[in-house]
């Protein structure tokens, strides 16, 4: 028939979208859904649509809504909408905010997911003209699929030590494709260990990003036989995988946090002070696991102690040098890739902001080692230790009135239960290898 595509034609089209969230623990979930077959990507941008949202089990998606209201909806975010590279079939992904049906009808964003956290954070940031942008620096592991390091390459080394090197560049272009940039790429401290840093963007284009970056490393590293892990603290005796977070205060085109001289504007000393106020509660979202705490150990360049400094890579917080005050930067070091974008970023939002609204005042930077400090001088200087444990940290949080309100109580609750079983799982019903060697023939 006249105007009717062939078979061999339609193959070449773009036919599917998955619509992606995140559950609790920040892992992907999506639902695929068929579109009319178009050429390009340009096509669907131009027309939202052209992408149906679609119903999902929302008791099915760790955290997110109970048995008794499961039915929720996925609603595409057009502005997010990419094509995979290299995806055969071809298929687009766009990020999707979860929204659940009033007693009127209509659709109105879903208060657990975190997504819409972040956003209802975002929008009474910009109500007071403000705007925070995160530079990230994600660390992960290239493994065998037998679970063992791919190669013996340690910090800055290059081919043929850092056998990993032409997947890192791979996945560079694969997101450059999707218009995200990256600064720089590089192995690090631990035995195939590796770092691509995402460059500085907008909080919640950052939070989709990450997400995004960790699903298409995992596509690309599948067609090399590798995999990878985001796992804190995958080996006892390597360095842990952290993700630092460096972030800048913007009004309009000015910048807050710096000053001329290199060092921290008021406003800036004063959200360096809310982080540090918030710092145990603000653990339980940037360290959301049990292996999360065998990182923060001291010896392996892992903040523990709640101490900021400039240029110190001892402390929790470090100030990078910076020679302009646009580039200025507060780089909150403690989280780990397995943190849920959208939450830490909530916190870490809101714990900064809270400090600047109170212009709360923090301690003399740090120039020493803190690490090499006697726990006499880490009292004389009053500097205190993050929660050493998943629990402590899950306490730390129900403290916080301000993060329980940037999270919402009911949120906090489940997620506190949440963890907590975790916890009991990994305390009471789990035996490890460590408990066969020392309790076996005692």
């Known amino acids: 028939m006249p105007g009717e595509m062939n078979p061999a034609e339609s193959r070449g089209k773009l036919h599917f979208v998955e619509l992606l969230t995140v559950d609790i623990d920040g892992v992907p979930k999506g639902m695929t859904v068929p579109i009319n077959p178009v050429d390009s990507i340009?096509?669907?941008?131009?027309?939202?649509?052209?992408?149906?949202?679609?119903?999902?089990?929302?008791?099915?998606?760790?955290?997110?809504?109970?048995?008794?209201?499961?039915?929720?909806?996925?609603?595409?975010?057009?502005?997010?909408?990419?094509?995979?590279?290299?995806?055969?079939?071809?298929?687009?992904?766009?990020?999707?905010?979860?929204?659940?049906?009033?007693?009127?009808?209509?659709?109105?964003?879903?208060?657990?997911?975190?997504?819409?956290?972040?956003?209802?954070?975002?929008?009474?940031?910009?109500?007071?003209?403000?705007?925070?942008?995160?530079?990230?620096?994600?660390?992960?592991?290239?493994?065998?699929?037998?679970?063992?390091?791919?190669?013996?390459?340690?910090?800055?080394?290059?081919?043929?030590?850092?056998?990993?090197?032409?997947?890192?560049?791979?996945?560079?272009?694969?997101?450059r494709a999707i218009g995200i940039e990256t600064a720089w790429l590089h192995s690090e401290h631990g035995q195939s260990q590796q770092e691509i840093e995402l460059a500085f963007t907008e909080l919640g284009q950052a939070a989709d990003n990450f997400i995004i970056f960790k699903l298409l490393l995992r596509r690309r590293a599948a067609l090399y036989d590798v995999e990878v892990s985001f796992m804190p603290k995958p080996f006892s005796s390597e360095a842990g995988s952290g993700l630092h977070c460096h972030l800048q205060l913007w009004k309009g085109n000015q910048n807050l946090l710096g000053m001329p001289d290199g060092t921290l504007s008021d406003t800036g000393l004063h959200f360096v002070a809310g982080l540090l106020k918030h710092a145990p509660g603000i653990t339980a979202l940037a360290n959301p696991t049990v292996n999360s705490f065998k990182r923060l150990v001291p010896g392996f360049e892992a903040p523990v102690y709640i101490s900021w400094g400039y240029l110190n890579r001892s402390t929790l917080i470090r100030i990078p040098l910076f020679n302009s005050v646009e580039k200025a930067a507060v780089e909150f070091r403690s989280p780990d890739p397995l943190a849920n974008p959208y939450l830490l970023f909530a916190v870490l939002l809101g714990a900064g902001i809270t400090g600047v609204q109170r212009k709360l005042q923090p301690p003399e930077p740090v120039t020493e080692n803190v690490y090499e400090l006697t726990p006499k001088r880490l009292n004389q200087m009053k500097i205190l230790q993050l929660p050493e444990s998943l629990k402590g940290a899950l306490h730390a949080l129900h403290s916080d009135d301000v993060l329980c309100e940037v999270l919402g109580k009911k949120f906090c609750d489940?997620?506190?239960?949440?963890?907590?079983?975790?916890?009991?799982?990994?305390?009471?019903?789990?035996?490890?290898?460590?408990?066969?060697?020392?309790?076996?023939?005692?």
Request: glycine share 4%; charged share 25%; hydrophobic share 35%.
């Open 42 to 175: 340009s096509a669907l941008k131009k027309d939202s649509s052209l992408v149906p949202s679609c119903g999902v089990d929302g008791s099915s998606v760790k955290g997110l809504a109970s048995i008794t209201t499961s039915d929720l909806q996925l609603v595409p975010d057009i502005s997010t909408i990419q094509e995979l590279p290299n995806s055969h079939p071809r298929r687009a992904v766009v990020i999707a905010d979860v929204y659940q049906r009033g007693p009127d009808g209509d659709l109105t964003p879903h208060p657990m997911a975190p997504r819409t956290i972040l956003k209802q954070n975002l929008e009474q940031l910009a109500a007071n003209g403000l705007q925070i942008r995160v530079k990230l620096e994600p660390e992960f592991y290239f493994l065998t699929t037998d679970g063992v390091p791919l190669d013996d390459a340690e910090y800055a080394d290059i081919f043929p030590e850092n056998r990993g090197m032409d997947l890192l560049l791979e996945t560079a272009l694969d997101l």
């Open 414 to 442: 489940v997620y506190k239960a949440i963890r907590e079983a975790e916890w009991h799982r990994y305390t009471h019903e789990t035996i490890t290898d460590f408990e066969w060697d020392e309790y076996l023939h005692r």
